[in-house]
């Protein structure tokens, strides 16, 4: 559902669509979707300065080992979710208040 209000606010197609504001406040709270759209406000911000101004984020050879690995094998994928899965805790620690 983030995901989901990410592309609106970068399409800026949430104000006309009510119907994905009222999806995303089913999930999340009013201060949750402030914190959302200001994320996603923010990372538009650096995209278009950055990519405005060619200013390289990552060096190329660290850019190519991504492309490398855009072909994942499925069930290595599947491997590994199911290994983080098995190994949830059951609960979260409390954040310490420092």
Do not use: C
């Not at 609106?8 to 402030?34: C, M, P, Y």
């Amino acid at each position: 559902m983030a995901i989901l209000w990410a592309e609106h606010v970068t399409l800026n197609t949430a104000k006309e669509d009510n119907g994905v504001f009222e999806q995303v406040r089913e999930v999340f709270s009013e201060e949750e979707i402030i914190e959302l759209t200001l994320m996603s406000g923010y990372f538009n911000l650096f995209n278009r300065l950055t990519d405005s101004l060619k200013i390289p984020v990552e060096d190329q050879h660290e850019v190519d080992k991504i492309k490398r690995s855009v072909h994942l094998d499925p069930e290595k994928v599947k491997t590994y979710l199911q290994a983080m899965l098995d190994n949830w805790p059951e609960s979260a620690p409390t954040p310490s208040s420092d």
